[in-house]
């Protein structure tokens, strides 16, 4: 398995304007989805590909627009969760006249080059995308159209996938998996007469767009001059949606499947509170920047004081950065140092944390030992998402389970309890509370059986494999 969870943009104008600044500021929009790399893709050239954040290129933006000027585009941010962080893995890639853009995991990646032929894959020189990529073009070749195409992938790849593919005649194509894993919605913008689809809606916004609808699971969408049309290419039930997008990953403006990512944090905050009331707590703080409406929540509810306690440093280098979707050990660290504590609300009290999960356990523990510095008298941990004990083939980076400080502290047969009480033992914390996924289900708003949890319950169904579980080192070459 390889590659990422990261935001795609595809876009097609009618009345043949200018898409690259709608591109532009929807990938800066998807920001939070990848931090590594970024690239644009219009007909008949090669792809614009530039490591870092979008707004680090800036100073390129003009020539970028001029150069690349079309009514036709795709985008990508990237965020790897195998593979190294490097230009040759940016995106979108191009395979003979196809330009592709891809959001999630291909777990059976290796079985899949096999089909390929030429280089056995590995995480250092090829990608998951590169390899669906160059099978789809085979497939094209053979059956001359992207649905049956689509059809045909699909039953051949394990995995998640949101993709926006660009053909070299300007004809925009985005397909998402059956399962519907990864976000993918599709928007229009009025003025210009131009369709988009994007990983989110917060995308849409960014450029003026109105949100028109989710695309289904196993449906492709093509944009081209004879307007938008669409076919499913696959039917799976029950759906498999991301838990952890509606928990941290998801910009809090989104609305994925009719459902207002900032809303259900902070009914999250409110479940939270009933199953786990701190009755002698003195004030909520949470984890900046994506626990705030559960913490907000989880304080309404108990009628405790709501404090912003901890403060990221904008001003920092990596201040407005993710530690989460940071590739490196060291770039995490980095991040969390440049969270400051306000003594004046933390000295003396009881402080109750929120945070959206405990992945690795690196955040938390200097979270924890920034608040005991200042002055707190405990410190009580409550975090929205539940124990992460597996690895994620579906697109999130915790791709190997020694990584996990949950795994670490308990075996699936223990309780969230027995585990809560050995990671504050770990973080240094007084007390941690895990959500369950049933508790998470109804905050959000959505059957459990329609969300996927696998990172917690160890249940692959979904995703329907067996995974052989390996370490860092042969899943990224770190």
């Not at 952890?244 to 910009?251: K, L, M, N, R, S």
């Not at 701190?278 to 994506?290: K, L, N, R, T, W």
């Not at 000295?347 to 690196?362: A, L, M, N």
Request: proline share 5%; charged share 20%; hydrophobic share 40%.
């Amino acid at each position: 398995m390889v590659h990422e969870n990261c935001g795609v943009v595809g876009i097609f104008s009618l009345d043949g304007h200018n898409v690259i600044p709608f591109v532009i500021d929807s990938l800066r929009a998807l920001q939070h989805r990848g931090q590594e790399a970024w690239g644009v893709a219009v007909p008949g050239k090669k792809p614009f590909r530039q490591l870092g954040l979008v707004s680090s290129s800036a100073s390129d933006f003009q020539k970028l627009i001029k150069t690349y000027k079309s009514n036709a585009a795709i985008g990508h941010v990237r965020y790897s969760t195998l593979g190294k962080s490097t230009l040759e893995n940016a995106q979108p890639l191009k395979v003979k006249d196809l330009c592709v853009a891809h959001n999630g995991t291909i777990a059976n990646v290796e079985e899949l080059s096999g089909m390929v032929g030429g280089c056995t894959f590995t995480p250092q020189t090829m990608s998951d995308t590169l390899v669906a990529a160059q099978r789809l073009v085979m497939h094209l070749a053979d059956k001359e159209d992207m649905a049956e195409a689509m059809h045909i992938l699909k039953g051949e790849m394990v995995g998640s996938f949101c993709f926006t593919f660009l053909t070299d005649e300007g004809s925009v194509y985005a397909a998402r998996d059956p399962k519907g894993f990864r976000p993918l919605v599709l928007g229009y913008h009025k003025e210009t007469n131009t369709y988009m689809v994007a990983s989110e809606s917060c995308a849409l916004a960014a450029v003026g767009a109105q949100l028109v609808r989710d695309i289904e699971p196993g449906e492709l969408v093509k944009m081209s001059k004879g307007g938008i049309d669409s076919q499913q290419f696959a039917n799976e039930k029950p759906h498999a949606h991301c838990a952890f997008e509606y928990t941290y990953f998801a910009h809090p403006s989104s609305i994925m499947e009719g459902i207002n990512v900032y809303a259900a944090r902070k009914r999250i905050g409110q479940y939270l509170a009933k199953k786990f009331p701190i009755a002698d707590a003195d004030v909520v703080v949470p984890v900046p920047d994506s626990a705030r409406p559960a913490a907000l929540g989880y304080a309404l509810e108990l009628g405790i004081p709501f404090e912003e306690g901890l403060l990221k440093d904008r001003y920092s280098k990596k201040g407005s950065m993710r530690s989460f979707i940071e590739p490196f050990q060291g770039s995490r660290e980095e991040i969390n140092k440049g969270i400051i504590p306000i003594r004046e609300i933390i000295e003396g009290k009881h402080v109750v944390i929120i945070d959206d999960s405990i992945v690795r356990g690196t955040s938390s523990a200097e979270i924890i030992k920034t608040l005991r510095r200042v002055g707190a008298r405990k410190i009580s941990l409550v975090v929205t998402y539940p124990p992460i004990r597996y690895p994620c083939y579906a697109g999130i980076d915790f791709p190997s389970q020694e990584e996990l400080v949950a795994y670490q502290q308990g075996s699936a047969e223990e309780s969230h309890a027995v585990i809560g009480s050995r990671v504050a033992q770990v973080i240094g914390a007084d007390y941690v509370a895990y959500n369950d996924t049933a508790n998470l289900a109804k905050a959000i708003g959505m059957p459990e059986e329609e969300l996927c949890f696998t990172c917690s319950t160890g249940n692959y169904a979904p995703l329907g494999i067996r995974p052989v579980f390996k370490s860092r080192i042969q899943m990224k070459g770190e």
